[in-house]
């Protein structure tokens, strides 16, 4: 059985992205699971410390706990996304202990965040979760540039974050930002931006994003590594389509797949019709969106 650090390599060599899933709702794991079963697609189950702490799904154990009983490793590992050293109000978190947790849990993969501190802090603290996940011989994502959206504050309106390049990664930082950290994947901000969490925002719908392929690509040849699309809801389908032959290995999607859940479950208040939702949706984006059915065996060959 091929580790997850061997199966997004092949991912980003063939240029399938490993669509990664968040469950801010345990109800939500099923139906994502069992859609990557039909359409045959190997996929993350991620959750982020928001998720417990603003939405529903309780914590990491209780993710893994829901994972375990529908685990199936050909089509589906966990990862443990944003854990970050400045959360989106500003606040410093305790963040080791979260890892060593879910390194305890059997999280296949993590993610550091520290991209809201200044460059020599991010790479110090992405260092020590390097070390600890090494131990135990699993992969660290981190991040580097800004992909807005979480914070609660008044956003930038998207045109004019597109248009200055503003937050976006900076190829010679990340050159940098991977030689000394020695993270396994890169989550970098191109042009996407998050859904919004805040409450009274989180319901809204999100603007259509679009990516900058040409910076992608130069990130791309100087880091060598997997990259990771965040706010891979919302994205116009050509980019995304392009970002996968451009370097992207994985691509998070969260806001396409909560807001119809969380509509179904207000307007029929039956949490099986909220599920059927969330299973089509995800046919949807792995059959119609990203157009990667039947890719499973490619990125992760049996035995
Ligand atoms: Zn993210």
């Not at 009274?200 to 791309?220: F, S, W, Y």
Request: glycine share 6%.
């Amino acid at each position: 059985m091929p580790t997850l650090a061997e199966i997004m390599r092949r991912a980003h060599r063939c240029g399938i992205a490993v669509p990664a899933f968040n469950v801010p709702n345990l109800a939500m794991l099923e139906p994502i699971v069992c859609a990557a079963i039909d359409e045959d697609v190997f996929v993350l189950i991620e959750t982020a410390r928001l998720e417990w702490i603003k939405f529903e799904s309780r914590g990491p154990a209780e993710v893994a706990a829901e994972f375990g009983r529908w685990r199936s490793c050909d089509h589906v590992r966990l990862h443990l996304d944003h854990v970050p050293a400045v959360d989106e109000d500003g606040q410093r978190v305790d963040y080791l202990p979260i890892f060593r947790r879910a390194i305890e849990l059997g999280y296949d993969s993590v993610m550091i965040d520290a991209s809201r501190l200044p460059l020599d802090e991010n790479i110090e603290a992405t260092r020590e979760v390097v070390k600890i996940a090494d131990a135990a011989n699993i992969p660290v994502e981190a991040e580097l540039g800004a992909v807005w959206g979480h914070e609660a504050g008044p956003a930038t309106p998207y045109e004019e974050l597109f248009s200055s390049g503003l937050g976006f990664t900076d190829p010679a930082q990340a050159r940098r930002f991977v030689e000394e950290t020695g993270c396994d994947w890169l989550s970098v901000a191109v042009g996407n931006i998050h859904g919004a969490v805040a409450a009274g925002l989180r319901d809204k719908k999100k603007v259509e994003a679009r990516l900058n392929l040409e910076r992608l690509d130069e990130l791309c040849r100087v880091t060598g590594i997997p990259l990771v699309l965040h706010g891979g809801s919302g994205i116009r389908q050509d980019c995304l389509l392009e970002a996968m032959k451009h370097g992207i290995a994985k691509i998070n999607i969260a806001t396409e797949i909560r807001q119809p859940f969380e509509k179904a479950l207000e307007e029929t208040e039956s949490l099986v019709k909220a599920q059927q939702t969330v299973y089509d949706r995800t046919v949807w984006m792995l059959r119609d969106h990203l157009q990667i059915r039947g890719t499973a065996r490619l990125v992760a060959p049996a035995g």
